[in-house]
């Protein structure tokens, strides 16, 4: 039948929970520990901590940007040839 959306929101939830405390100790507390410390195994190099969150964000501003264009282009031939039935 399929997930009901308690489970899948809850898995949702759970999923983003894990995602910001991971960024948070790459981002933010990282930089206390020692540069030799095993913790910075676990971690991609910082630069990567500004990196990664900007293309997600150009992408995903790129694909708002894209539907909103569709969506506009779409309606404009909808009414242009609404407008040619009328005086045809």
């Known amino acids: 039948m399929g997930v009901s959306d308690k489970v899948l929101g809850g898995t949702m939830l759970l999923a ?3 995602v910001f405390i991971y960024y948070t100790s790459w981002a ?3 930089p206390f520990f020692d540069s ?3 913790v ?13 969150p900007l293309c997600i964000l150009l992408v995903g ?3 708002i940007g894209s539907f909103v264009g569709l ?3 779409k ?3 909808k009414a242009a040839q609404k407008i040619r039935l009328r005086t045809a």
Do not use: D, G, K
Not at 40 to 52: K, V
């Open 36 to 38: 030799s410390s095993a």
């Open 16 to 18: 983003a929970a894990a």
């Open 75 to 77: 309606e404009n031939r």
């Open 61 to 63: 501003l790129f694909a």
């Open 28 to 30: 933010i507390l990282l």
């Open 40 to 52: 910075h195994s676990y971690f991609p190099a910082r630069e990567w901590a500004i990196r990664l």
């Open 71 to 73: 969506t506009v282009m």
